[in-house]
């Protein structure tokens, strides 16, 4: 494991002054296809363009504002715009995804805006769905096996957990990883992973995710970058994402660690962030903030590497793996053979992914699902 924190610690001293720093070079992001898929794959497809997208710092970077209901339904489309009628939802814009909110439009050009996400987060959110739609054996009206989407989706993020290890030299590209990751957890598709019907695998799986993302707040807080000032705008909309949802989820059999939520919650009151008004976190944090403010969180030092543990949970996480590696595509069904998913479709003949799809899919081409 190279040391994390050198290279960040490094680019934060050469711009302390500016609030402008630039993103490590990071000779990781090539456009070369990530070994971690196979040949053909719409799931390595995804995964270069989103790649592609990062190798422009300064557009994959820049902070997209926000509409409440897309950040709490975590929806593009307006397909909840029905459900969100709600008491609460009535002085807040109708969202429509952008098409006449303010969705998706420079925040520069809507100073009024509360909320932001970086288009990186965003567009690595929308890949992460896209990801899971390759696994859904119903996308391809198919049936292969019980728990097969708690499995794919379960693959999904794990990729995004490899991800965040492999962008260990930029911090900007790892915050992308969280800001996906705290809007995924509470998107409607997430509690099929309670289906993996191994609780410890799925319990060791959360308690990674946890200190994925508390080593990032320890990350940003000893670059100086944990702050109300921070030029990461939306860390009190992505804290407070990873405080509700992941609670949200235990009605589905789904446990973070009991103390991850308190762990968030006493960063933000260590560096003065106040959680955002989302997803109605004004209870947790007042029924939480006693308890909070006495957690001792870990102190910054420079010299330290590590202070999670996440490498260790990392590493663990990967040897209990069997019979799948962790990540990858496997679950990936247009990375089956024609053969295999021929014998799981309904009718047993047809292949669900016709030529023409693979054909499209081998020139890195993406295809259209439903
Ligand atoms: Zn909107």
């Known amino acids: 494991m190279p040391p994390k924190r050198k290279s960040d610690g490094a680019a934060a001293s050469t ?14 992001l090539s456009l070369s296809r990530h070994p ?15 790649r592609e997208l990062l190798r422009d710092p300064e557009y994959a970077y820049a902070w997209l504002t926000a509409c409440k209901q897309l950040l709490e339904n975590g929806t ?36 009024e805006a509360k909320y932001c996400i970086s288009r990186a987060g965003m567009q690595r959110f929308n890949m992460v769905r896209e990801m899971f739609q390759y696994r859904d054996p119903d996308t391809f009206g198919m049936y292969t096996f019980n728990d097969a989407s708690a ?9 995004q957990i490899l991800d965040f290890e492999e962008a260990h030299k930029n911090w900007k590209a790892q915050w992308a990883v969280c800001e996906a990751v705290a809007m995924y957890i509470g998107a409607d598709e ?3 992973l309670g289906h993996v019907d191994d609780p410890d695998t799925r319990e060791k799986f959360l308690g990674l995710l946890g200190k994925m993302f508390l080593t990032m707040l320890d990350k940003l807080a000893s670059m100086d970058l944990l702050n109300t000032d921070s030029e990461v705008k939306d860390l009190a909309v992505v804290m407070t994402m990873f405080v509700q949802n992941s609670q949200k989820l235990g009605q589905y059999g789904l446990y973070f660690p009991e103390d991850f939520p308190i762990n968030v919650l006493a960063y933000a009151l260590k560096h003065d962030i106040v959680l955002s008004e989302l997803l109605e976190v004004d209870k947790f944090v007042k029924d939480h903030s006693e308890e909070a403010a006495g957690v001792s969180l870990p102190a910054l030092d420079s010299n330290r590497n590590d202070p999670w543990k996440f490498a260790d949970a990392l590493k663990q996480y990967r040897s209990s793996k069997r019979p799948n590696k962790m990540g990858g595509d496997a679950y990936d069904i247009t990375t089956w053979t024609s053969a295999k998913r021929k014998a799981n479709a ?7 992914c016709p030529k023409h799809m693979i054909d499209a899919l081998k020139k890195g081409m993406f295809i259209g699902l439903g």
Do not use: I, Q
Not at 16 to 28: C, F, H, L, N, W
């Open 151 to 159: 499995y794919g989706l379960l693959e999904v993020m794990e990729n």
């Open 346 to 352: 309904f009718d047993k003949r047809n292949d669900p």
């Open 190 to 192: 997430f509690p099929a």
């Open 15 to 28: 711009t302390k002054k500016g609030k402008k720093a630039s993103p490590v070079p990071d000779e990781d």
């Open 76 to 111: 593009l489309e307006g397909e909840d715009d029905e459900d969100d009628e709600d008491e609460e939802g009535k002085n807040d814009p109708h969202c429509d995804g952008g098409a006449t909110c303010p969705c998706m439009d420079p925040v520069a050009e809507h100073p």
């Open 36 to 50: 971690r898929w196979a040949k053909v794959s719409a799931s390595g497809n995804s995964d270069a363009a989103y």
